[in-house]
Protein backbone atom coordinates (compact mmCIF):
# COMPACT_ATOMS: atom_id res chain seq x y z
CA UNK A 1 0.00 0.00 0.00
CA UNK A 2 1.35 3.03 -0.94
CA UNK A 3 -0.31 6.09 1.25
CA UNK A 4 1.26 9.07 -1.16
CA UNK A 5 0.07 7.40 -4.02
CA UNK A 6 -3.32 7.21 -2.25
CA UNK A 7 -3.69 10.66 -1.37
CA UNK A 8 -2.63 11.63 -4.39
CA UNK A 9 -5.77 9.75 -6.13
CA UNK A 10 -8.30 11.15 -3.49
CA UNK A 11 -7.00 14.83 -3.54
CA UNK A 12 -9.26 15.63 -6.55
CA UNK A 13 -12.30 14.54 -5.04
CA UNK A 14 -12.00 17.14 -2.30
CA UNK A 15 -10.89 20.16 -4.71
CA UNK A 16 -14.31 21.96 -3.48
CA UNK A 17 -14.53 20.87 -0.05
CA UNK A 18 -11.09 21.50 2.17
CA UNK A 19 -12.53 20.23 5.43
CA UNK A 20 -13.13 17.02 3.90
CA UNK A 21 -9.76 16.40 2.94
CA UNK A 22 -8.14 17.63 6.05
CA UNK A 23 -10.72 15.20 7.81
CA UNK A 24 -10.13 11.87 5.91
CA UNK A 25 -5.84 12.33 6.31
CA UNK A 26 -6.73 12.89 9.77
CA UNK A 27 -9.07 9.66 9.86
CA UNK A 28 -6.35 7.70 8.20
CA UNK A 29 -3.83 8.88 10.93
CA UNK A 30 -6.84 8.09 13.59
CA UNK A 31 -7.05 4.23 11.86
CA UNK A 32 -2.94 4.34 12.43
CA UNK A 33 -3.23 5.01 16.32
CA UNK A 34 -6.25 2.50 16.57
CA UNK A 35 -4.10 -0.45 14.68
CA UNK A 36 -1.17 -0.09 17.39
CA UNK A 37 -3.75 -1.16 20.10
CA UNK A 38 -6.44 -3.38 18.51
CA UNK A 39 -6.09 -6.01 15.90
CA UNK A 40 -7.04 -5.33 12.10
CA UNK A 41 -5.60 -5.77 8.60
CA UNK A 42 -3.70 -2.12 7.73
CA UNK A 43 -3.85 -2.66 3.96
CA UNK A 44 -7.76 -2.74 4.20
CA UNK A 45 -8.62 -0.69 6.67
CA UNK A 46 -6.16 2.20 6.86
CA UNK A 47 -7.30 2.25 2.60
CA UNK A 48 -10.64 1.77 2.94
CA UNK A 49 -10.07 4.77 5.34
CA UNK A 50 -9.20 7.26 3.02
CA UNK A 51 -11.51 6.45 0.21
CA UNK A 52 -14.17 6.81 2.85
CA UNK A 53 -15.89 9.87 1.89
CA UNK A 54 -14.98 10.40 -1.79
CA UNK A 55 -18.62 10.24 -2.82
CA UNK A 56 -19.57 13.28 -1.27
CA UNK A 57 -18.76 15.56 -3.76
CA UNK A 58 -19.50 18.75 -1.55
CA UNK A 59 -18.80 22.57 -1.70
CA UNK A 60 -17.02 24.57 0.55
CA UNK A 61 -19.07 25.91 2.95
CA UNK A 62 -22.07 23.33 2.86
CA UNK A 63 -24.28 23.20 5.69
CA UNK A 64 -25.38 20.25 7.86
CA UNK A 65 -28.39 19.72 5.85
CA UNK A 66 -26.49 19.52 3.03
CA UNK A 67 -23.85 17.02 4.28
CA UNK A 68 -27.03 14.95 5.66
CA UNK A 69 -28.80 14.58 1.95
CA UNK A 70 -25.28 13.98 0.26
CA UNK A 71 -24.61 11.02 3.14
CA UNK A 72 -27.14 8.44 1.73
CA UNK A 73 -25.56 8.23 -1.40
CA UNK A 74 -21.89 9.31 -0.96
CA UNK A 75 -20.93 5.30 0.16
CA UNK A 76 -22.25 3.85 -2.22
CA UNK A 77 -20.98 5.94 -5.25
CA UNK A 78 -17.86 6.37 -2.78
CA UNK A 79 -17.35 2.53 -3.36
CA UNK A 80 -18.15 2.56 -7.08
CA UNK A 81 -15.13 5.45 -7.34
CA UNK A 82 -13.17 3.21 -4.67
CA UNK A 83 -12.92 0.06 -6.98
CA UNK A 84 -11.72 2.57 -10.14
CA UNK A 85 -8.78 3.96 -8.04
CA UNK A 86 -8.14 0.39 -6.50
CA UNK A 87 -8.04 -1.46 -10.03
CA UNK A 88 -6.28 1.26 -11.48
CA UNK A 89 -3.55 1.64 -8.40
CA UNK A 90 -2.99 -2.12 -9.01
CA UNK A 91 -1.64 -3.14 -5.72
CA UNK A 92 -4.72 -5.12 -4.44
CA UNK A 93 -6.26 -8.76 -5.11
CA UNK A 94 -9.47 -9.07 -5.82
CA UNK A 95 -10.74 -10.12 -2.21
CA UNK A 96 -8.96 -6.60 -0.86
CA UNK A 97 -11.02 -5.07 -3.43
CA UNK A 98 -13.95 -6.12 -2.46
CA UNK A 99 -13.71 -5.45 1.15
CA UNK A 100 -12.43 -2.29 1.03
CA UNK A 101 -15.61 -1.02 -1.10
CA UNK A 102 -17.78 -2.89 0.97
CA UNK A 103 -16.30 -0.61 3.80
CA UNK A 104 -16.59 2.41 1.96
CA UNK A 105 -20.41 1.71 1.50
CA UNK A 106 -21.34 0.86 4.86
CA UNK A 107 -19.03 3.00 6.68
CA UNK A 108 -22.10 5.98 7.46
CA UNK A 109 -25.05 2.70 7.70
CA UNK A 110 -25.04 3.22 11.43
CA UNK A 111 -28.02 0.56 11.60
CA UNK A 112 -25.87 -2.42 10.18
CA UNK A 113 -22.65 -2.13 11.69
CA UNK A 114 -21.69 -5.66 12.92
CA UNK A 115 -18.11 -6.24 11.97
CA UNK A 116 -14.95 -5.61 13.50
CA UNK A 117 -13.74 -3.63 10.35
CA UNK A 118 -16.79 -1.48 10.18
CA UNK A 119 -16.61 -0.70 13.78
CA UNK A 120 -12.83 0.23 13.45
CA UNK A 121 -13.87 3.04 10.08
CA UNK A 122 -16.99 3.73 11.87
CA UNK A 123 -14.39 4.94 15.11
CA UNK A 124 -11.58 6.37 13.36
CA UNK A 125 -13.95 8.36 10.73
CA UNK A 126 -16.07 9.76 13.93
CA UNK A 127 -12.62 10.61 16.13
CA UNK A 128 -11.50 12.57 13.07
CA UNK A 129 -14.64 13.99 12.62
CA UNK A 130 -14.47 15.30 16.58
CA UNK A 131 -10.73 16.01 16.08
CA UNK A 132 -10.41 19.94 16.57
CA UNK A 133 -7.43 20.30 14.97
CA UNK A 134 -8.76 19.49 11.62
CA UNK A 135 -8.40 22.03 9.49
CA UNK A 136 -11.07 23.76 7.07
CA UNK A 137 -14.31 25.70 7.31
CA UNK A 138 -16.75 24.04 10.13
CA UNK A 139 -20.39 24.31 10.41
CA UNK A 140 -22.05 27.59 11.71
CA UNK A 141 -22.71 26.76 15.49
CA UNK A 142 -26.43 25.95 15.51
CA UNK A 143 -25.36 22.94 13.25
CA UNK A 144 -22.08 21.91 15.39
CA UNK A 145 -24.91 21.96 18.24
CA UNK A 146 -27.22 19.42 16.49
CA UNK A 147 -24.02 17.56 14.73
CA UNK A 148 -22.93 16.77 18.41
CA UNK A 149 -26.23 16.19 19.92
CA UNK A 150 -26.79 13.55 16.82
CA UNK A 151 -23.02 12.33 17.61
CA UNK A 152 -24.15 11.49 21.04
CA UNK A 153 -26.96 9.52 20.03
CA UNK A 154 -26.22 7.55 16.97
CA UNK A 155 -22.32 7.08 16.91
CA UNK A 156 -21.37 7.46 20.72
CA UNK A 157 -23.11 4.00 21.19
CA UNK A 158 -21.14 2.31 18.44
CA UNK A 159 -18.01 2.34 19.97
CA UNK A 160 -16.71 -1.12 20.67
CA UNK A 161 -12.84 -1.11 21.00
CA UNK A 162 -11.42 0.20 23.88
CA UNK A 163 -9.39 1.95 22.30
CA UNK A 164 -11.79 3.90 19.96
CA UNK A 165 -13.85 4.99 23.44
CA UNK A 166 -10.74 6.09 24.81
CA UNK A 167 -9.57 8.88 22.13
CA UNK A 168 -13.34 9.64 21.34
CA UNK A 169 -14.05 10.61 25.14
CA UNK A 170 -11.10 12.73 25.10
CA UNK A 171 -11.77 14.69 21.84
CA UNK A 172 -15.41 14.92 22.54
CA UNK A 173 -14.44 17.07 25.64
CA UNK A 174 -11.94 19.20 23.22
CA UNK A 175 -14.57 19.66 20.68
CA UNK A 176 -17.78 21.00 22.84
CA UNK A 177 -14.78 23.18 24.58
CA UNK A 178 -13.38 24.53 21.71
CA UNK A 179 -16.67 24.76 19.23
CA UNK A 180 -19.36 24.90 21.53
CA UNK A 181 -18.34 26.39 24.63
CA UNK A 182 -17.04 29.95 23.57
Known amino acids: ?8 KIKP ?5 SWSLSHTIN ?3 WMKKLLKKETGNPKILITA ?4 DIGYN ?3 GY ?3 ERIARKKFHGEEGSILAKNILEEIGDYSEEEITEICHLVKVHDELDNIKTKNETMMIEADSISGLDPSVEGS ?3 KEDLKRYIDNFKKRRVPLFKTKTGKEY ?3 LLVEFENKFLNE
Not at 1 to 8: F, S, V, Y
Open 63 to 65: SLD
Open 58 to 60: LKE
Open 168 to 170: MNK
Open 138 to 140: RFT
Open 49 to 52: IYLH
Open 27 to 29: AAE
Open 13 to 17: FFKND
Open 1 to 8: MDEEKLKE
